[in-house]
Every structure is written in C-alpha cells, then in structure tokens.
C-alpha cells in the first residue's frame, strides 16, 4: 500500500511541476516568440496555413486573444486541479480542510507569479485582468477536486455509519 502510494505521490507530483513549468515556458517566451507561436497556432486550429489572406488585422489578433484566454484557463484550470489532488494524496494526516488551504497557498503564488514575472520580459505587458482570469481557473480547479473529494469522504463515513448499524 505505502508503495503505491508513493509511487502516486511521485506521479502527481512529477505530472504538477511539469504543467507549472510549461504555462512558465510559454509565459516567459518575449513578445516575437509568442507571436510566432501564436500564428502557427491559429493555422493549425483553423487549418489554414495563410490566415492573413483570409482574416483582418483586428479578426485575427481577436482569434488570438480568444485563443490564448481559453489556454489560459484551461491550463490554469488544470494545474489547479493537479495541484489540489497531489496535496491531499501527499498530506495524509492532514484534515480536508487543511489540505485545501495548503492546495490554495500553492497554487495562488503560482497564478500571480506568472503574469507579474512578465514586467521584466521584453516586449510582454503584465496584465491584471490576465492575472484575474489564472487565479480564478486555478482556484475552479481546486473547487472540483477538493469538493469531489469532501463529497467521497461524506459518502464513506455514510456508508461506514450504515455498515456500523447494521451490524448492531
């Protein structure tokens, strides 16, 4: 048991640092990069591999926003997620509550770093609202892994109780 368990913890563990440090990688890539990645994004999500002939300037730096905020929250979405279940499989003796404090004072710092680290790239803009919109996705994330997992605890102490009356 104490094997699988830590080989799991080793998992989640390796799965969130990963996933910290690619949205890190992509956060901190300067402007030109990011353009660059941006465009061959949009021509494989649109499947056109010369979208300036077929959209404006402003269409297509509107795709892009869009693009990257559904990035964002997906993948903030996800590490909050990771994050929330790696802490509660890795302090077992911790309470639920607890657990997900801890989940939170990780993840929030993770949130804000990423977009304020982005004052000192050249040619990227620290945003607040950006910054708004990654600490709502992680905290989302937290939300549904920590209330899935109060709600597991709630249907075995239940089912614990029926088992106990029944015996006596």
């Not at 911790?94 to 939170?104: Q, S």
């Not at 993840?107 to 977009?115: D, K, N, R, S, V």
Request: charged share 20%; glycine share 8%.
């Amino acid at each position: 048991m104490k094997k699988k368990r830590w080989l799991a913890e080793l998992i989640l563990w390796g799965m969130f640092i990963f996933m910290v440090a690619a949205v890190m990688y992509i956060s901190f890539q300067n402007g030109e990069e990011s353009k660059a990645a941006g465009k061959q994004l949009l021509a494989t999500f649109t499947g056109i591999k010369d979208s300036e002939k077929l959209y404006g300037q402003g269409q297509r730096d509107e795709l892009m926003y869009l693009l990257r905020q559904s990035g964002r929250v997906l993948a903030f979405l996800a590490i909050g997620m990771v994050g929330t279940l790696t802490i509660h499989v890795t302090c077992v003796k911790c309470g639920w509550f607890l657990k997900t404090v801890i989940a939170a004072a990780v993840l929030l710092p993770i949130a804000c770093f990423t977009e304020r680290m982005k004052i000192y790239i050249p040619s990227r803009h620290y945003s607040y609202e950006e910054m708004l919109i990654s600490i709502a996705a992680a905290m989302a994330g937290l939300l549904i892994v920590s209330l899935f997992l109060l709600l597991v605890r709630m249907i075995k102490g239940l089912s614990h109780l029926k088992t106990t009356a029944d015996a006596g």
